[in-house]
């Protein structure tokens, strides 16, 4: 009797301690601190550099659009740049309904130039929720804070696009624990163009390449895969899979030539091509091509210089199953 009085004691202590932990995590985080007051300097070469790095390198533009997934690679149609709406849901494994934010100034023109960099750096909304973390605001945190301001001041000139995006749902315990997810950035100098590893590990961070081309569990990269590809997005006719892209010779693309590499982006800004419309039940790919191809040769060739220097991984990856 003792004993079971002893165990009860000890249960009713941890349940205690689990539900002020509960409690406290619901009401007191995220705490990140409050937006910044900032004035984010919008001069044309500003504008111009934050164009290039939200389209064609950080991508947002891509997550925050409705993509057109009846063609490759989902191209954003014209004239909806940014405008949100995109669908992280249950069906490709995420845990709940989560929509990209519209960015256009119909969204974002009453939120101030700290509101903004706080959500992209920190992963704070403007009315203080967490943002769930497949918006990469972990890695933009690791950006030259300069690069952020710049995307930022182009973000202001988004022509507006009248479009209501509904609120996330989360599941429960992860509505919870995404309280833990944000944090306060950690920004880095963007390095110099010629010190090549290095300014294509910036460039990898701000791309995410990691974040896909990579196993996962529970929205984390799973640690020892990093760059082994594994990453599954699910389809209605199957499953995709991301590719190995370290320099493994047979598994990863070790028989690449620095610029095959870039080749294989830049096809998609030749003139001649255009988006291919899906057959039915075809696997898409869930890779931008299209974003990515506008980066210039130069930053193409700093991350293939970037993925040399990565530790290579014999994992062979099956990228379709269909159905």
Same mark, same amino acid.
């Given at each position: 009797?003792?004993?079971?009085?002893?165990?009860?004691?000890?249960?009713?202590?941890?349940?205690?301690?689990?539900?002020?932990?509960?409690?406290?995590?619901?009401?007191?985080?995220?705490?990140?601190?409050?937006?910044?007051?900032?004035?984010?300097?919008?001069?044309?070469?500003?504008? *111009?550099? %934050?164009?290039?790095?939200?389209?064609?390198?950080?991508?947002?533009?891509?997550?925050?659009?409705?993509?057109?997934?009846?063609?490759?690679?989902?191209?954003? !149609?014209?004239?909806?740049?940014?405008? %949100?709406?995109?669908?992280?849901?249950? *069906?490709?494994? =995420?845990?709940?309904?989560?929509?990209?934010?519209?960015?256009?100034?119909?969204?974002?023109?009453?939120?101030?130039?700290?509101?903004?960099?706080?959500?992209?750096?920190?992963?704070?909304?403007?009315?203080?929720?967490?943002?769930?973390?497949?918006m990469g605001y972990h890695r933009f945190g690791q950006m030259d804070k300069v690069d952020v301001?710049?995307?930022?001041?182009?973000?202001?000139?988004?022509?507006?696009?009248?479009?209501?995006?509904?609120?996330? *749902?989360?599941?429960?315990?992860?509505?919870?624990?995404?309280?833990?997810? !944000?944090?306060?950035?950690?920004?880095?100098?963007?390095?110099?163009?010629?010190?090549?590893?290095?300014?294509?590990?910036?460039?990898?961070?701000? #791309?995410?390449?990691?974040?896909?081309?990579?196993?996962?569990?529970?929205?984390?990269?799973?640690?020892?895969? *990093?760059?082994?590809?594994?990453?599954?997005?699910?389809?209605?006719?199957?499953?995709?899979? #991301?590719?190995?892209?370290?320099?493994?010779?047979?598994?990863?693309?070790?028989?690449?030539?620095?610029?095959?590499?870039?080749?294989? =982006?830049? #096809?998609?800004?030749?003139?001649?091509?255009?988006?291919? !419309?899906?057959?039915?039940?075809?696997?898409?790919?869930?890779?931008?091509?299209?974003?990515?191809?506008?980066?210039?040769?130069?930053?193409?060739?700093?991350?293939?210089?970037?993925?040399?220097?990565?530790?290579?991984?014999?994992?062979?990856?099956?990228?379709?199953?269909?159905?």
């Amino acid at each position: 009797m003792k004993l079971l009085k002893a165990l009860t004691i000890v249960i009713g202590i941890i349940i205690l301690l689990g539900l002020i932990g509960g409690l406290y995590i619901h009401y007191a985080l995220p705490d990140v601190g409050d937006a910044p007051d900032i004035r984010v300097n919008g001069d044309s070469t500003s504008i *111009e550099r %934050g164009k290039y790095l939200a389209t064609h390198v950080a991508v947002c533009i891509d997550c925050h659009s409705l993509r057109d997934w009846s063609q490759f690679s989902g191209p954003v !149609p014209a004239g909806r740049e940014g405008s %949100g709406g995109e669908l992280f849901g249950r *069906e490709a494994g =995420f845990p709940g309904t989560i929509y990209s934010t519209n960015l256009t100034p119909y969204q974002l023109s009453s939120w101030t130039d700290g509101e903004i960099y706080r959500a992209i750096t920190s992963g704070i909304g403007k009315d203080g929720r967490a943002l769930f973390p497949v918006m990469g605001y972990h890695r933009f945190g690791q950006m030259d804070k300069v690069d952020v301001y710049n995307i930022i001041a182009y973000l202001r000139t988004l022509p507006s696009i009248k479009n209501d995006v509904p609120k996330p *749902e989360l599941d429960f315990p992860v509505s919870l624990l995404n309280k833990l997810a !944000p944090s306060p950035p950690e920004h880095q100098t963007r390095p110099p163009m010629n010190d090549t590893v290095r300014y294509g590990a910036y460039l990898v961070n701000a #791309a995410g390449c990691v974040d896909c081309h990579s196993r996962q569990d529970k929205g984390r990269v799973i640690s020892g895969t *990093e760059f082994g590809g594994g990453m599954e997005f699910c389809q209605p006719g199957g499953i995709i899979r #991301a590719p190995n892209i370290t320099m493994h010779r047979e598994a990863g693309i070790g028989a690449w030539t620095q610029e095959l590499f870039v080749n294989r =982006f830049k #096809a998609y800004t030749d003139t001649a091509y255009h988006p291919k !419309p899906l057959a039915k039940g075809e696997l898409n790919s869930p890779m931008p091509w299209t974003m990515y191809a506008g980066m210039s040769r130069e930053d193409l060739r700093a991350i293939y210089t970037y993925l040399k220097t990565v530790k290579t991984k014999a994992s062979s990856v099956q990228i379709r199953s269909y159905e």
